[in-house]
């Protein structure tokens, strides 16, 4: 805000001016309250005697607010926290600070007090300057430097703890933020769902949850409850009596939970369970607690549960294929695994680990090339981490040479969405748009732009987009 000198400061002489006090006070004033720094002037007892604008602005206080306050009784009344002020008179010698108001402004200040002949203060006169736009600015370089340094060491010690795991690898943001979630719960005795697509590797974090926690001395146990024989899996979990049935052990036998007693037990694929076997499981949940066949006498069990499905689980509590009180008792810490084709930054590194490994196996130097790698990038995975080891080790079987490239996998691309595996009674003509569809979505999902997408397709853009929306529009989209 500019202020305007007043006219007699024009004419007059400097001479003049500085020999008429009341001259000299009004261009004080000028200059005072065009100052861009906030002042703040107290005589020698450390009363106000002035403040310009650009004070009342930095510290959200108002003249009337300190004009002919002492300062010693605003610091009292906690209207201003520290006074550098009352440091200059006590000290006879500048002081400079920082100090926060309450407007949430910063700033540097510095008092310099005025002194006599005698040696006694007159007057301080404190300079302000507003500091805060430093200091947001410091902070955030910080933040972003820490979570840079967090991120990095976070992934770092992730990588430390699961190394010579081969399938589990973290490189993906996605995949991080899941890692971070599974850390925070590894050193609870939380029970732990995992959901997700087959072949994503929830065997592979289950044992990683068991290796950071305060069980990982004791025993892990893994039970496939869809590899057993219905008839078997109550003998298998909680054992029997002997004599509990005909062909049962003379001596009978202990049950997997009571094996995992005081460690863990893995439950994958625990959607597949018969709702009689589910009741018992609840109970072991809820209870702590198991009961051999042939026993009415229950046996205490301290196991910690993890559990895994890559079923709908709420989609069966609607089919009633699965109790709720189980689904709500297991899903107390629920972790979806996303898919490989979400974390495209793991699959490269998967591959290479897998290659690297079979490398040593064998005794081989196979590598893959430039084309190798995006034929890996451009495919869906709808196998996921097992279907990429498998095609890997195919890949390295075949290849008659050290290269591995894109002619080498053997990739099994799904029919387009919507289309007829058989022949038949079809309707050609939307056969065809729902194919040109799948591909058009494709060359859009690859390129990210429409220019390049059509490009692709050998069609000009506007053609790409009319197709597009007109059959999205009759179809919906066939990419999920």
Request: hydrophobic residues 35%; contains cysteine.
């Amino acid at each position: 805000m500019k202020k305007r000198v007043p006219a007699y400061y024009e004419k007059g002489g400097a001479t003049e001016l500085l020999t008429d006090l009341s001259k000299a006070k009004s261009i004080l004033d000028v200059v005072i309250g065009g100052s861009y720094d906030g002042i703040y002037i107290t005589d020698g007892n450390a009363n106000t005697l002035m403040v310009n604008e650009s004070y009342e602005i930095i510290s959200g206080l108002r003249r009337e607010d300190v004009l002919g306050k002492n300062m010693r009784d605003l610091v009292k009344g906690d209207i201003i926290n520290v006074s550098g002020t009352l440091m200059a008179i006590a000290s006879r010698e500048p002081v400079t600070l920082e100090q926060e108001f309450k407007t949430g402004k910063r700033a540097v200040i510095t008092s310099t007090p005025t002194l006599d002949e005698s040696g006694e203060v007159v007057m301080v006169i404190t300079n302000v300057r507003d500091v805060t736009e430093l200091h947001e600015l410091k902070d955030r370089l910080k933040r972003n430097e820490e979570t840079s340094e967090k991120n990095a060491s976070e992934l770092e010690a992730m990588r430390r703890q699961i190394i010579g795991d081969g399938e589990l690898v973290v490189h993906d943001p996605e995949m991080l933020s899941v890692m971070r979630l599974l850390g925070r719960v590894s050193r609870l005795d939380t029970t732990v769902l995992l959901m997700g697509e087959t072949g994503t590797g929830k065997d592979r974090i289950a044992s990683y949850i068991y290796r950071n926690s305060s069980r990982s001395k004791e025993r892990f146990i893994k039970v496939n409850c869809g590899a057993i024989p219905p008839s078997l899996i109550e003998s298998e979990l909680f054992g029997y009596e002997r004599g509990a049935f005909t062909g049962a052990n003379r001596e009978g036998k202990m049950g997997l939970f009571e094996v995992a007693d005081k460690g863990t037990i893995f439950l994958d694929e625990v959607g597949e369970l018969p709702l009689d076997m589910q009741v018992k499981l609840l109970r072991v949940l809820q209870e702590q607690e198991i009961e051999r066949i042939g026993s009415n006498k229950p046996l205490k069990v301290d196991v910690r549960v993890i559990a895994a499905t890559n079923r709908n689980l709420q989609e069966m509590l609607r089919e009633k294929t699965f109790r709720a009180d189980l689904y709500y008792r297991l899903n107390v810490f629920p972790v979806t695994i996303p898919p490989l084709r979400e974390r495209k930054k793991d699959i490269i590194p998967l591959a290479e680990r897998f290659l690297g490994e079979l490398n040593r196996r064998y005794n081989m130097n196979k590598y893959l090339t430039a084309s190798g790698r995006d034929a890996l990038l451009e495919y869906r995975w709808p196998g996921n981490v097992r279907e990429l080891k498998n095609v890997v080790e195919r890949a390295m079987v075949m290849s008659s040479t050290e290269d591995i490239s894109a002619g080498n996998f053997f990739l099994h691309t799904p029919p387009a969405a919507g289309l007829p595996q058989e022949y038949g009674e079809v309707d050609l003509k939307a056969v065809t748009e729902r194919l040109e569809l799948d591909y058009i979505e494709r060359a859009y999902q690859k390129a990210g732009n429409v220019r390049a997408a059509a490009k692709s397709l050998g069609m000009d853009a506007a053609t790409f987009v009319r197709k597009r929306k007109k059959y999205r529009e009759k179809y919906g989209s066939l990419q999920k």
